[in-house]
């Protein structure tokens, strides 16, 4: 059988399992912000039609300059991609024929773009799922062989936030060992960002730091990221000219300006995951020390995750599988929080199957 790579898209996922798409659809396969895109992103729309004609800025300006200013770094640390998923792809362009090391289970793509470009990938496990717990001095002794090292904060598919200390250490570790560190934190600011190692920048010339517009922003559709690093503008060459469209430079500077929107959000996304999180341990299951939009969550033994999983389809209700996450093979789902009423649906259907199987 086969499962798509990614979350999002849930008909073709219905499509390639053979089953019938129900009349109504829950998609919890993908961690974009319930409440959509701004309202200031609404109002200015109709008046984007004049960037649809013209080339945009080479450089992503002026979004490049306002989202330095927004993490207080400088425009040449700020490189813009036409989503994170560009700037993964420039980064395995640029660790081509190295050898990268990936703190697993994470995100699929990076393994994907990784290995397009001829480099060796090492895979390092965390030892324990729930929390992400992992070991720095394992960790470095792996370092010394690698050129490069790939962690995501907070991780995608467990949500667990790692400390800026602990990360901290592996920079400091890998500046002796010349290993870089690829930090992504496309979901970072579902937390408070005092984790965040963008100010870090500035010390650690081997810190790579990846950010996404997508998922806060509900800018999904749009394809908006960007790299910060003082190594920025060696990946310059790395990416097309014209990468970042017009309407996305303009939308994305309309975003950073969306405070209030962005803490309602995570303040929504804070009482789903513990609303959800003690739901989900009711029933048993082992659920992850999640910071963001989204959770992880394995069913007790008793129950087959495919047997669930299809259960939970043909009733309209979709989850991210997790059969190509290293590590989790399909017995862990993740639940991306959304609107109270969806999420009561997910409830109800989930205790329909326990107390039905
Ligand atoms: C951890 C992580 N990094 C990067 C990306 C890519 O994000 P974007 O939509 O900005 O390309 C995703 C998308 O799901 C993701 O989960």
Redesign the pocket.
Known sequence: MHYPA???NAESLYQMLGLKVPETIIDLS??VNPAGVPQSVRQAWTSMIDAVSHYPNEQAEPFRSQAAQFHQVIPEQVIA????????MVLACYFSGKTVGLVEP??S?YRRTLLQEKVQVEQILVDDICTYRFSTEKLKKQMAKLDALYL?NP??PTGVLTSKLQIEELLEYGRKVECAIVV?E??MDWTDEVESVIPLVSKYENLIV?R????MYA??GI???YIISQRAQQFAGLFPHWNVSGVAIQLGCLCLQEHLYTEDARQHSAKMRRDITEFLQEYRCEVSNSSANFLLFKLPAIYHPDFFFAYLLKRGVVLRHTKNYTGLDGKWFRVALKRPEQMNIFKQVLKEYVQNN
């Open positions: 990614h979350g999002a993908e961690n991609g036409n989503g994170a998923a560009e700037c993964l994470s995100f793509e995501c991780n995608n992504d496309a979901f990846l996404s517009m997508t998922k800018l999904a394809r908006l990221g």
